[in-house]
């Protein structure tokens, strides 16, 4: 490799904006993703929420739907906080892992306009699972919890 590719790699790799910097982006980045999970969250003790989803196929969905709730929460209030980040990124993963396909079946769904939803609504979920599945492994950044006990 020559020197001046292996110049640009590094630069490439080095980051553009401080990690002290940072830190407000981060914690932006943070209550934009959970800001679904902290808003939906309460809504999975509802009856009309564990209604539908019994109407779905959810097995026990008096008992999974407000467990989901439960995960939903906890995993969003540890990653906005970032205290236990990953361990709350873990939570949603598994929350998302189960939700996912059992109440987005666009697959099953013959009605054009409800399978455009659905097939919305599941993309949505992969992506928010990608985002979740990073935090696993990078942490909550600066400005967290976590942060202040390093």
Wanted: glycine content about 10%; cysteine-free.
């Amino acid at each position: 490799m020559s020197a001046s590719r292996s110049t640009t790699l590094n630069q490439l790799q080095t980051p553009s904006i401080s990690i002290a910097a940072s830190g407000p982006i981060v914690l932006l980045g943070r209550f934009l993703f959970v800001l679904i999970f902290l808003m939906s969250g309460p809504r999975h003790f509802l009856s009309q929420t564990i209604n539908y989803a019994a109407a779905q196929g959810v097995p026990l969905a008096s008992i999974a739907v407000p467990f989901s709730g439960l995960l939903a929460l906890a995993g969003g209030l540890s990653i906005l906080l970032g205290y236990r980040a990953r361990i709350g990124a873990w939570l949603i993963v598994l929350f998302l892992a189960a939700v996912t396909p059992m109440m987005h079946k666009f697959w099953g769904v013959s009605d054009p306009m409800m399978f455009q939803m659905q097939f919305v609504m599941f993309m949505k979920n992969v992506s928010m699972l990608g985002g979740a599945l990073l935090i696993t492994q990078i942490g909550s950044g600066p400005w967290s919890l976590d942060a202040r006990t390093k």
